[in-house]
């Protein structure tokens, strides 16, 4: 039989890496895209915020096609050392507000744009798009953190146009986008010293919910935000 074959992107971060890990113990050929690492004919490294890629990405995955069940893409940001979550309105910066949409947003839209001329009415492709429950709008009691919450919030918009449009055009495959859960890496370094310890999950458990929910997802499923627990978020 075949070996299933499953796409990690942002593969060089935390839960990416954790994601592989597990995907690989299980018996899946992983493939991965990432900023780092040198291109084979299993890892491409490039730019996923750039349309430019698209084409490269596409070329990529044709080989893979055949035995690919899906794809995993975890690429996202919340600071950088200029910029933290902002706490208030005055803060919201221009620049880190379009820098987050770009690597919150892009890295998906590229990615469907690469795997979609390859899809037909036959494909059964499972998508996950790590997201984050501070996306949600309906859920949002808190405020604060506009960049990160607007731009995941975008991203679960396109998350349930392209499960819309997917259905339509390869009604077995499935697309959802995934809170993951407080994981400690570089992304939620600085705001996980008070969090309480029984909400903070190594990246090996935060890996099994997703691989979990990967393997079960049905086209039933398509066109929902989930959480760790693969309980449903209002978007
Ligand atoms: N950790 C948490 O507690 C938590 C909670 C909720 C949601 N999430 C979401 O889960 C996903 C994975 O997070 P993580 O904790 O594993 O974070 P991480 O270790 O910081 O990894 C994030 C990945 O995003 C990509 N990335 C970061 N900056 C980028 C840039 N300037 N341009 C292009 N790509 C960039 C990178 O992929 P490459 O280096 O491979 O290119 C990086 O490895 C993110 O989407 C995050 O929003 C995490």
């Given at each position: 039989?075949?070996?299933?074959?499953?796409?990690?992107?942002?593969?060089?971060?935390?839960?990416?890496?954790?994601?592989?890990?597990?995907?690989?113990?299980?018996?899946?050929?992983?493939?991965?895209?990432?900023?780092?690492?040198?291109?084979?004919?299993?890892?491409?490294?490039?730019?996923?915020?750039?349309?430019a890629n698209v084409e490269t990405i596409t070329h990529f995955l044709t080989p893979h096609f055949t035995s690919l069940v899906g794809v995993i893409q975890c690429a996202g940001v919340l600071h950088n050392d200029m910029h933290q979550p902002e706490k208030n309105v005055m803060q919201l910066d221009s620049v880190w507000l379009q820098e987050s949409m770009r690597i919150n947003v892009l890295p998906s839209v590229v990615l469907a744009q690469a795997v979609s001329p390859l899809l037909n009415r036959k494909s059964s492709v499972r998508w996950i798009s790590l997201s984050a429950k501070v996306g949600s709008i309906e859920d949002n009691g808190l405020g604060g953190w506009y960049s990160y919450r607007m731009s995941k919030a975008a991203l679960n918009m396109f998350i349930k146009n392209l499960a819309?449009?997917?259905?339509?055009?390869?009604?077995?495959?499935?697309?959802?986008?995934?809170?993951?859960?407080?994981?400690?890496?570089?992304?939620?370094?600085?705001?996980?010293?008070?969090?309480?310890?029984?909400?903070?999950?190594?990246?090996?458990?935060?890996?099994?919910?997703?691989?979990?929910?990967?393997?079960?997802?049905?086209?039933?499923?398509?066109?929902?935000?989930?959480?760790?627990?693969?309980?449903?978020?209002?978007?």
């Amino acid at each position: 039989m075949m070996q299933k074959t499953v796409l990690v992107a942002g593969s060089h971060g935390t839960i990416g890496r954790a994601i592989i890990d597990t995907l690989q113990c299980q018996g899946y050929h992983v493939i991965s895209i990432s900023r780092h690492g040198h291109s084979t004919n299993v890892h491409l490294c490039t730019d996923m915020t750039n349309h430019a890629n698209v084409e490269t990405i596409t070329h990529f995955l044709t080989p893979h096609f055949t035995s690919l069940v899906g794809v995993i893409q975890c690429a996202g940001v919340l600071h950088n050392d200029m910029h933290q979550p902002e706490k208030n309105v005055m803060q919201l910066d221009s620049v880190w507000l379009q820098e987050s949409m770009r690597i919150n947003v892009l890295p998906s839209v590229v990615l469907a744009q690469a795997v979609s001329p390859l899809l037909n009415r036959k494909s059964s492709v499972r998508w996950i798009s790590l997201s984050a429950k501070v996306g949600s709008i309906e859920d949002n009691g808190l405020g604060g953190w506009y960049s990160y919450r607007m731009s995941k919030a975008a991203l679960n918009m396109f998350i349930k146009n392209l499960a819309i449009e997917w259905g339509r055009k390869s009604p077995e495959s499935s697309v959802i986008a995934m809170h993951p859960g407080t994981t400690p890496s570089d992304l939620s370094e600085p705001f996980t010293k008070n969090w309480p310890k029984e909400k903070l999950y190594s990246p090996e458990m935060t890996a099994s919910r997703i691989v979990s929910m990967f393997t079960s997802m049905t086209h039933t499923d398509s066109g929902q935000l989930y959480h760790h627990d693969h309980s449903s978020i209002p978007w």
